[in-house]
């Protein structure tokens, strides 16, 4: 099936540290979603992009809708413990009223306390 | 606002059976999809529904089938289950902003 290059694949990185991820496609897309998945859980909805350039930020968390509308990232500024899990990015395209998700390959965040 | 919710949340089943699995969306979200995912494969999408009618599929045998009721719930059937069907079924509501919500997953074993 098809996936979005997502980067890193895994990363460890020590509490307080900012965090850098992204998303790139041949593809281009109307809307980029940004979700965390922890273990046995489905992914939560962090961040929605809705047009190219656009910067969004929650908390924390800010993600960039790329210009060329392929590509996206998600940064995440003093990361604590409670960040660990599995991230992935979206991309959203419609063609005649139907809409289509792409999903990334997920980024495994581990933060060491 | 209760969020999307999927019964069962865990399920056993033998090769060769059939399974349902349920999902009721947000309430007022019409549009319903399906997704399993698998530590290979990822996130990839099955079917989508909105207002009872499906409205995109994704590349799945035909054992994969789903349907959509008047109230917007929807159900999963995967008929004559192979080992590899186990995996974390995951349904998701869309709002009208294009923001996909998921439920928390049935996670299928198939022995």
Redesign the interface.
Request: charged share 20%; glycine share 14%; proline share 4%.
């Given at each position: 099936g098809q996936q979005l290059n997502q980067s890193p694949q895994s990363m460890f990185i020590q509490e307080g540290e900012d965090v850098s991820m992204n998303c790139t496609s041949s593809s281009i897309f109307n809307t980029w979603l940004w979700y965390k998945q922890d273990p046995g859980e489905g992914p939560v909805l962090l961040i929605a992009l809705y047009k190219a350039g656009e910067l969004t930020s929650n908390g924390r968390l800010t993600a960039q809708f790329g210009i060329t509308r392929k590509d996206s990232f998600l940064n995440i500024s003093a990361s604590i413990p409670s960040d660990v899990g599995i991230y992935f990015c979206a991309g959203q395209s419609s063609t005649s009223g139907t809409y289509k998700y792409i999903f990334g390959t997920g980024t495994r965040l581990k933060v060491l306390a | 606002k209760a969020g999307?919710t999927?019964t069962p949340r865990y399920l056993i089943k033998t090769r060769g059976q059939q399974v349902t699995l349920s999902c009721s969306p947000i309430s007022g979200h019409r549009?319903v999809?399906w997704y399993q995912q698998t530590p290979g494969?990822?996130?990839?999408?099955l079917f989508?529904y909105f207002s009872e009618t499906q409205?995109?599929k994704?590349?799945f045998p035909g054992r994969f089938s789903g349907r959509q009721f008047s109230n917007s719930r929807s159900e999963m059937n995967v008929s004559t289950l192979e080992l590899g069907d186990s995996a974390?079924y995951?349904c998701?509501s869309?709002d009208y902003?294009?923001?996909?919500?998921?439920?928390?997953?049935t996670?299928l074993t198939v022995l």
């Open positions: - | 999307v999927q549009s999809s494969q990822g996130l990839q999408f989508e409205r995109n994704g590349n974390l995951l998701a869309r902003n294009n923001e996909q919500f998921f439920g928390p997953g996670r």
